[in-house]
């Protein structure tokens, strides 16, 4: 019988543990093992029912809270809990410590820090994978850190979505809705109580509302807009129905409330609790880039300061950064050009005043190979952002060859997108055993501060100490951990496949904690090759059935619900995994999400990924492994690429070559090859080379040094930190300079003016003569190239470029490679804004050289040459 109304009751705590609600309502106790061993204290079914301390809450009766608050050593628990998180928030922490000390100017007062998924807890399901949990990690290190950092999202009524399997193995999906009631998050309240709300222009009307949520992590807020507002039509109540679902239009419009609406929302937070609006601006993947729209409205909209549509762009692109996480054209979001005109109509749409015109160019593909039909999202946040960066040293390389249309002038090399590698934060994900483990011998007791203070030795040196027997007793009970979840939730999946009890009995002897046990899990696109492993079944069935060592796979994996070819990927793997003969030794876990990874990865002696190099951006899943002790087995890839070394495990050999490639199933047959010879003839014997005490010595040496030398690159820490000082430090520096009303934003103005002269100038920039001195068509290393050009300026003047001798060795048809630069110096000016510019460098190596000189626009506020793009060579 269905309810005719849902309503939420909520607990009374008694005075003496009212403490609990103020630790349920901070998402630090999803990564601080105290906190959740309190609220383990109070109900440990209830707890282990979901770890949620929300529910839990709500679960426990009044005779057991009268229990507990009797409890003089409970109470003093508590307090103590509740003293260690107001010190966790309160106290300086590294970036308090560091900030001016290590720039001589103050970073940030606030990033705010745009995602369209967070992954923070299972708790509060808004997150769909990768970018999500980055999205997650990237927040909890930033409170560890004290970086002042404000999220901000959505609030997806039914989150991604819950993922079980048919009888026959085939994904299906379900959407169960969420009770914001329910959730650890609340509303942000005007002062006279009522729920705060932005207001967003839709075509045609009427406006759309959307209510303000805040979820406190640690010490960062998360603000998620969510249309399910009484006043909205139901189709403006669908837009935060669910993540990455619906229609491009439906798309458009949570990419709007997102971008324009969570700059509204920042302006709403601001005024309401005096916290400092945000001085640097970030975009976690082009989702969110409408947020650079808005910005520019409010300096050009009636009522703002009346700069210029150019003169706004300045002021926020100079304190904007843009990271990418797409390895692939396929995976940017592009809308038709008439949608965009629909929706951000100068005279009533989202973003009212700004001239579509304008907005249309920054999106647009006016490049060779683009769409000119198209509205490129991931264009518009290079447009609009002065810093940009992908996510591991490859993928920075991808992007600058994928990206370089926007730079056409230059070389890929120069094309200003750095890069930063991901990473993990470790309280989050690594296992409480290995931190009591480390804690043992020297490391910190708390697991917050590895990598979040200034001298984190303590925790890598104490893994020297730890015994080998201790090492590998550990990880045995992590696999017995791993054994025991999986076997439950592989229960589970087979009840809901309408499996009969008599059928699944089976399931009490799968898997096995004594076993080589292998991980895979992640999204199943197709180029992530969830079925590599099934290239050759019979000689994997071979490995998994070994007399003397076999090896064992737990594979977990969602494919997008409107992927059928990834779902078919899944049944082939499932239907594989059914068999009666190896069911044992291979399973599918369904509904991967944050609970399920948690005991995955720890459980894993090494850890599988098989990607079609270079499509992997980064991948985190492998650090995670790693922290908890596993070796990788995996393509040179993404961060493995970058940080890949033999004593951190095993690189796949990637069939990449030319001959190859363009034949995946050759790939795919000789890359599946060579992942079957890894594990037969290395991987596995190392694992079951045992010494006297019943361990592999070799392979324990192996997680010692991945844990030292692997373990302080992988933290999400560190690459906050490398956020800090390279991008968000710098971008709050140039923001000083532009976003400066009261001296009317003259920096601002100033720039767009030069800007704006330079690109109307540039036809006339000429390198007219270039001579060298001293130089033979075979010369010495040791020699120096002097050089001597001729420039014409046109109507610029010498202060406005910089004239630089370009050089390095050439291939066989004269293209520099790995070229250096060099400035040259003004030496002489003529009649007709002619001048003279000399340099000289010395040769240091041998083999074929070449050079040759450029132009560049030169101004004190560019980050790179090619930052507007144009260049005059000889």
């Known amino acids: 019988m269905r309810a005719i109304r849902r309503f939420t009751v909520r607990p009374v705590l008694p005075v003496e543990l009212a403490p609990l609600g103020e630790l349920a309502a901070n998402l630090r106790w999803s990564w601080h093992p105290p906190t959740q061993a309190l609220f383990e204290e109070v109900d440990p079914d209830l707890w282990a029912d979901g770890h949620d301390p929300v529910g839990l809450l709500g679960g426990v009766g009044s005779e057991r809270w009268a229990e507990l608050a009797a409890d003089a050593g409970?109470?003093?628990?508590?307090?103590?809990?509740?003293?260690?998180?107001?010190?966790?928030?309160?106290?300086?922490?590294?970036?308090?410590?560091?900030?001016?000390?290590?720039?001589?100017?103050?970073?940030?007062?606030?990033?705010?820090?745009?995602?369209?998924?967070?992954?923070?807890?299972?708790?509060?399901?808004?997150?769909?994978?990768?970018?999500?949990?980055?999205?997650?990690?990237?927040?909890k290190a930033a409170s560890d850190l004290g970086v002042p950092i404000v999220g901000v999202g959505l609030l997806y009524r039914h989150g991604y979505f819950k993922q079980s399997l048919s009888r026959e193995g085939w994904q299906l999906e379900s959407y169960p809705v969420l009770d914001p009631d329910e959730l650890p998050i609340a509303p942000l309240r005007e002062a006279d109580g009522s729920v705060a709300t932005i207001v967003l222009g839709m075509p045609g009307g009427p406006d759309l509302l959307a209510r303000i949520w805040v979820a406190q992590v640690g010490r960062v807020p998360l603000l998620m807009l969510d249309t399910d507002v009484d006043g909205n039509p139901d189709h403006y109540i669908e837009i935060t129905d669910r993540l990455y679902g619906g229609t491009s239009e439906h798309r458009l419009r949570q990419e709007l409330l997102l971008g324009v609406g969570g700059v509204r929302a920042l302006r709403v937070w601001s005024r309401i609790t005096g916290a400092p609006a945000p001085d640097v601006f970030h975009t976690n993947e082009g989702h969110a880039g409408f947020l650079g729209i808005e910005r520019i409205r409010e300096l050009t909209a009636d009522g703002g300061p009346g700069l210029t549509f150019d003169e706004a762009v300045e002021v926020g692109r100079g304190s904007t950064v843009f990271t990418t996480h797409t390895p692939v054209p396929a995976g940017i979001d592009r809308f038709p050009r008439s949608l965009i005109e629909q929706y951000l109509d100068a005279s009533g749409g989202a973003t009212p005043g700004v001239p579509t015109g304008r907005v249309l160019a920054l999106g647009a593909e006016d490049y060779e190979g683009g769409d000119p039909g198209v509205f490129n999202m991931a264009v518009m946040g290079f447009r609009l952002a002065q810093r940009l960066n992908g996510v591991s040293l490859l993928h920075g390389e991808v992007s600058r060859g994928m990206f370089n249309g926007l730079w056409p002038a230059f070389d890929t090399e120069e094309v200003p997108i750095t890069s930063i590698t991901n990473g993990v934060h470790a309280p989050t994900w690594v296992h409480p055993e290995v931190f009591a483990m480390a804690a043992a011998y020297g490391a910190p007791a708390d697991p917050t501060e590895v990598g979040s203070t200034e001298d984190t030795e303590a925790y890598w040196a104490a893994v020297d100490k730890v015994p080998g027997t201790e090492v590998w007793a550990t990880k045995r009970r992590l696999r017995e951990h791993l054994v025991a979840d999986a076997r439950r939730r592989l229960r589970r999946s087979w009840e809901k496949r309408g499996a009969t009890p008599a059928e699944v009995g089976w399931i009490d002897e799968a898997l096995d904690p004594d076993v080589l046990t292998i991980g895979f899990a992640r999204r199943v696109p197709s180029y992530k090759r969830l079925t590599l492993m099934l290239r050759d079944p019979e000689r994997l069935k071979a490995l998994l059935l070994h007399p003397h060592r076999p090896v064992q796979l737990v594979i977990a994996g969602k494919a997008h619900p409107a992927d059928d070819g990834g779902k078919r990927l899944i049944q082939e793997l499932v239907r594989f995994a059914d068999e009666a003969d190896v069911r044992h030794r291979i399973v599918f876990l369904p509904n991967y999400d944050i609970a399920l990874a948690q005991p995955l990865y720890p459980g894993c002696d090494v850890w599988l990924n098989n990607p079609l190099r270079p499509y992997e951006a980064c991948g985190t899943s492998g650090m995670k492994a790693a922290l908890n002790g596993g070796l990788n087995l995996s393509i040179l890839d993404g961060w493995w690429d970058e940080w890949y070394e033999p004593e951190f495990g095993w690189a796949i050999p990637s069939a990449d070559a030319p001959g190859v490639a363009g034949d995946p199933d050759?790939?795919?047959?000789?890359?599946?090859?060579?992942?079957?010879?890894?594990?037969?003839?290395?991987?596995?014997?190392?694992?079951?080379?045992?010494?006297?005490?019943?361990?592999?010595?070799?392979?324990?040496?192996?997680?010692?040094?991945?844990?030292?030398?692997?373990?302080?690159?992988?933290?999400?820490?560190?690459?906050?930190?490398?956020?800090?000082?390279?991008?968000?430090?710098?971008?709050?520096?140039?923001?000083?300079?532009?976003?400066?009303?009261?001296?009317?934003?003259?920096?601002?103005?100033?720039?767009?003016?030069?800007?704006?002269?330079?690109?109307?100038?540039?036809?006339?920039?000429?390198?007219?003569?270039v001579e060298s001195r001293g130089l033979a068509d075979v010369t010495e290393v040791g020699h120096s190239l002097a050089v001597r050009c001729y420039v014409a300026l046109g109507e610029l003047a010498p202060s406005d470029v910089e004239v630089q001798l370009v050089y390095g060795r050439v291939d066989a048809e004269d293209v520099l490679e790995g070229a250096s630069v060099i400035t040259l110096d003004l030496v002489e000016s003529y009649d007709g804004n002619r001048h003279r510019y000399d340099g000289e460098v010395e040769l240091t190596r041998s083999g074929p050289f070449g050079y040759t000189v450029r132009v560049v626009p030169r101004h004190d506020l560019l980050i790179a040459p090619a930052e507007l793009g144009v260049v005059a060579t000889a």
Request: hydrophobic share 40%; net charge negative.
């Open 74 to 139: 409970f109470v003093d628990r508590v307090a103590r809990v509740r003293a260690d998180l107001e010190a966790y928030l309160t106290e300086d922490r590294w970036f308090q410590k560091v900030s001016a000390a290590e720039t001589g100017t103050p970073w940030p007062t606030t990033v705010a820090y745009f995602s369209p998924e967070f992954g923070i807890t299972s708790v509060l399901p808004q997150y769909s994978g990768g970018l999500g949990i980055l999205a997650g990690d990237h927040l």
């Open 666 to 769: 050759r790939r795919d047959d000789l890359e599946a090859a060579a992942l079957y010879d890894l594990i037969e003839h290395d991987v596995a014997p190392r694992f079951y080379e045992r010494d006297a005490d019943g361990v592999p010595v070799r392979w324990v040496e192996m997680l010692r040094h991945t844990w030292k030398e692997l373990g302080p690159k992988v933290l999400a820490t560190r690459m906050v930190g490398d956020y800090v000082r390279r991008l968000y430090g710098p971008a709050a520096g140039v923001g000083r300079i532009l976003d400066t009303p009261d001296d009317g934003y003259r920096a601002a103005r100033d720039l767009a003016e030069w800007k704006a002269r330079v690109r109307g100038a540039w036809p006339a920039v000429r390198v007219e003569h």
